[in-house]
């Protein structure tokens, strides 16, 4: 697009600056590496490793309350700084520091912000104001125009803000640039249509705020998926690891609220049962799947259904009428209790051992902990593809990425899929290998470029955790020796200090979690919401 002169804006500053590749972390998804992009620390640290939080088999949606570490804002505040900051992700409900924070991703649709009746303020002065677009059942051309409200939204706050609160510091995010690419992946003018809108838009920021320093910064890569798809649970079920049940109900499975609906008896939120945490397809209310659970248990299977509907030619008729909550009440499920070891979620990347002492129903004693890693991690390392070349390019203990007071809540063994090329699943599908669940997905390189004052020289070897020690550094602060990254080469270093970069719990300007009604019913839209954006499966 910089080709075709599309994006003038964010060329200039390219062009005037400098650029490069910058490395995501583990994983590469966004309710992790934006935290680790602006706290400056690793997963271990800060505590975010996923979209939800578990405490054995329940589970929440993580928010900000789950950062376990200080962000970027809170260290300026210390020093006398103030910042906006608009659209971050995992950033709600907002801690009091001096400035002012409308949350991003993973908020509810009309969230805390600071301080206190902000939002009311925002919209009074702007007009509408949402996180999420409404692109539900929407062709390319509709949900384009909702992608280009929704960005001018951004920077619409943005500005009105800065000239209210005249901030040292702006962090302003646009999500659409990922969220297109997980909707319309093939939609090369829908695609194109959100790129400009954020153009234009960080033009218009640019010309009201006349910035002395910019960087942009992307919290993981884009790109397409051209190699396998690899199921994980069932290649450990083929060499003993992972048992599996007949029907039943497994870990949390999340279809689109329109169908959650249906299934649970709840409300358009999805809500179900207000005491039921787990999800909102995890019971098995309808007759209709009763039955089918009931026919698994006796081998009648969706997989084996579906190979006699095929040759019969009407797998894609029973697929357009069978509600996906009866395809799931019918299928294997793994049978986590009796499980030595199982991958979680896919986008933790990695496999957990279901340990005694550790976990609710933990089968594989602490001495043979090691060992069992070590079997795996030897047995998955050697995974190749149909076409012969390897799943993963690395494959190792937790250590070797995660440290800190939080690391125990990673994967014990984690897996590096090669060049993030492999789209790996929880799933059990019948087969290890097969299409690459999504045609685009998230790649382990984004982008970071920088101009204006302080920026000298060339960007080599930049990392997502470098963002916030080199921010600091704008503003002659020096990094804490707890953070795992570095002042980025084109700005010079201001040193080090000893400062905690660990974050207090309370403090929080409304919003706080709790285990009412409503907060199940946000947490269970939320889940559809990464349902639909194939983050859960």
Known sequence: MFETGALPNLESLFDDGVSGPLESQLPPWTPSAWPSLFTGVNPGKHGVFSFLDYEGYDWNVVDGDDVRAEPLWGHLSRHGIRSVVVNVPVTHPPRDFEGALVPGYMAPESPACHPENLLAELREAIGEYRIYPDTTDAMPEEAAAEYRDVVKSRGGAFRYLADRFEPDFGFVQFQQTDTVFHEFPDERETVRAVYEAVDEQVGEILDATNPDTVLVVSDHGMGEMTGTGFYVNEFLTDHGYTAVSQGGEGMPSWVPTRESKLRNGGDEAGRGDPDDRRGPLQRTNDPLQRLTAVAAKVGLTTHRAGKLLDTVGLRGVASELVPSGVVRASSRQVDFPASQAYMRARIECGVRINLAGRDPDGVVPPERYESLRSELIDLLADVEAPDGTPVFEDVARREAYFDGPEAERAVDIVTVPTDFDNFLSAELSGHEFAE??????????????????????????????????????????????????????????????????????????????????????????????????????
């Open 436 to 537: 690459p669940g999504q045609p685009w997905n998230h790649k382990r390189n984004g982008i970071v470029a920088m101009a204006g004052d302080g920026v000298h020289g060339r960007i080599s070897d930049a990392h997502l955790f470098d963002v916030t020690p080199t921010v600091l550094a704008l503003f002659g602060i020096p990094k804490s020796t707890e953070m795992d990254g570095d002042v980025l080469s084109p700005v010079e270093s201001v040193g080090e200090e000893g400062y905690s970069t660990r974050r207090e719990t309370g403090g929080t300007t409304g919003g706080e979690r709790t285990d009412s009604d409503e907060q199940t019913a946000s947490d269970d839209r939320m889940a559809n919401r990464l349902a639909a954006l194939g983050y859960l499966e």
